[in-house]
């Protein structure tokens, strides 16, 4: 007897929609569904198994988004498991159908993040841990769209994990293999059991989200040191690693880095990211 898929017990595509999506675009979500679901709910939803909705609609002007609906007096939700996207959002440039968004978008259904009756969580979080489970249940189709976490370069803006997305993905990607092995998952189960506070990471860790993110981008710029060394054969001097690492940069480190590679350190930067996408 054939085994039911995860897909046919708990994806709705319905006949609608499949006729505006490429057989192709269709075959890959599903693919996709099946060899990723279970584990995404497994981490972020212990091991609870939701349903899901996927509805194409022309006239969506938005990226892929999960759609929810509120209650409009305590804000709690009511309905949080449709993916709704433009069929014509999700094909590459190169006219690849591409599927990598559904991975961020499945993470955020098992996410199941109840706002109102005093749940809080900050955005960067939800959406840097959506991209963070991108990076770790490996979306298929990441080549097709050009989707990587992105390597922090010498930008010493303390704020800059905010943006969340992949740039927060990352930084919990290097505290899961550097300062805790769970705390992205035992952040996620805090947000879900409406525990979470701004003294969380202080809490886990000892140390604030910006001593957390100073760490971070220090560790990122001595591996990109590191990796200048080795591809240009350079010994870069102890004082500048101290500079480039402290923000301090200046016209004649600048200098050193043309001299001895031909290229500026910013240059080398833009080397270093997309040799290690």
């Not at 939803?45 to 006239?59: G, H």
């Not at 989707?147 to 010493?156: A, D, E, L, R, V």
């Not at 189960?189 to 990471?201: E, L, R």
């Amino acid at each position: 007897m054939e085994q039911t898929t995860l897909a046919e017990k708990y994806l709705t595509i319905s006949d609608e929609s499949k006729k505006l999506l490429n057989p192709e675009a269709v075959d890959k979500l599903i693919d996709t569904f099946n060899k990723i679901w279970y584990e995404i709910c497994g981490f972020f939803n212990n091991n609870e198994i939701r349903n899901v909705v996927l509805e194409a609609d022309l006239n969506w002007n938005q990226p892929p988004s999960l759609i929810t609906i509120t209650d409009d007096d305590d804000g709690s939700m009511i309905e949080n498991n449709k993916i709704k996207i433009n069929p014509n959002d999700i094909i590459c440039e190169n006219g690849v159908w591409s599927v990598d968004w559904l991975t961020h978008e499945l993470v955020h259904v098992a996410q199941d993040y109840q706002y109102g009756n005093s749940g809080y969580y900050p955005n960067w979080i939800v959406e840097g841990l959506a991209d963070y489970g991108g990076a770790k249940f490996v979306s298929l189709y990441k080549k097709e769209a050009d989707w990587y976490i992105p390597k922090i370069t010498g930008n010493k803006n303390k704020k800059q994990y905010e943006l969340g997305y992949r740039i927060a993905a990352g930084f919990f990607v290097w505290i899961e293999k550097n300062i805790d092995a769970i705390l992205p998952k035992d952040l996620n189960n805090t947000i879900k059991s409406k525990k979470y506070n701004d003294n969380y990471f202080v809490e886990k860790t000892g140390k604030t989200v910006d001593e957390l993110w100073e760490m971070y981008l220090n560790a990122s710029i001595l591996e990109q040191l590191t990796w200048i060394e080795e591809n240009f054969d350079i010994k870069v001097p102890e004082n500048l690693n101290d500079r480039i690492i402290s923000g301090n940069v200046n016209d004649n480190d600048d200098n050193y880095f043309i001299e001895k590679t031909g290229k500026t350190l910013d240059d080398l930067w833009e080397l270093y990211v997309d040799a290690n996408k």
